[in-house]
């Protein structure tokens, strides 16, 4: 089993559409969450932190659930600028706070 | 914010031969840095963790005779696949943690393309 998985996509949605992504994780002793963008060809850029309380930037909103170890990320009103590969990505106890990326989440948006 | 640069960005190179790739904090210090490797469709994979003036560790299954990692300075650190073969070429890239911030927060380099023909 994946240390995480995500749905590969792709998500085709329109312009303006709300579009939630989901993960799941396997190791409970997980600490730090993440949500990293990744354009095609290009590395991966940290969108934003995930906390347990939920957390939102601008039209980004991520929710953790330790409990059933699943991570989400809703986009609403999508631009075109949103498309790209959506990486959720965890981080390990111990030694030097690996990361563990989910092999992402691909959403293309269209006019 | 922290950059973080790679050179070269791509290289081709003939199957047998060595290459060596360059990570560096432009304007922060980094004790450790890491590097990944990534196939088309995959997620990135973690293949070792470089601390400076010490011996990288790696993940399993990542042969450290064949990747050999030097990070001599706080902000430089190479990857040197030798012996490359046509199975080696993927996208190498580099990450740095920096000091502060939250845990878990790396800066990632471009990223080296590798061909190995």
């Known amino acids: 089993r994946k240390e995480v998985e995500q749905d590969p996509g792709p998500f085709n949605v329109p312009e303006g559409a709300t579009v939630a992504f989901n993960c799941t994780y396997s190791n409970s002793a997980s600490q730090s969450f993440f949500w990293y963008r990744q354009d095609c060809r290009k590395e991966p850029k940290l969108l934003m932190s995930?906390?347990?309380s939920g957390n939102e930037d601008g039209r980004f909103t991520a929710q953790l659930n330790r409990a059933s170890q699943y991570i989400s990320l809703l986009i609403r009103d999508s631009k075109l600028s949103d498309s790209a590969t959506y990486l959720c990505v965890v981080t390990v106890s111990g030694g030097y706070n690996k990361l563990i990326f989910g092999a992402g989440t691909r959403l293309a948006v269209h006019p | 914010g922290a950059v973080v640069s790679q050179h070269p960005s791509r290289v081709i190179c003939k199957s047998g031969t060595s290459v060596k790739i360059e990570c560096r904090s432009l304007?922060?210090?980094?004790?450790?840095m890491f590097w990944y490797r990534q196939f088309p469709k995959q997620s990135l994979m973690l293949m070792a963790t470089s601390n400076e003036g010490s011996k990288a560790t790696y993940e399993q299954g990542v042969e450290k005779d064949k990747f050999l990692i030097n990070h001599a300075s706080l902000t430089l650190s190479t990857l040197t696949v030798t012996s490359a073969h046509p199975e080696d070429s993927s996208f190498y890239i580099c990450?740095?943690?920096?000091?502060?911030?939250?845990?878990?927060?790396?800066?990632f380099g471009p990223g080296t393309r590798l061909l190995v023909l």
């Open positions: 990450s740095a943690r920096a000091t502060s911030g939250p845990p878990g927060t790396q800066y």
């Open positions: 995930v906390y347990s």
């Open positions: 304007d922060f210090q980094a004790t450790t």
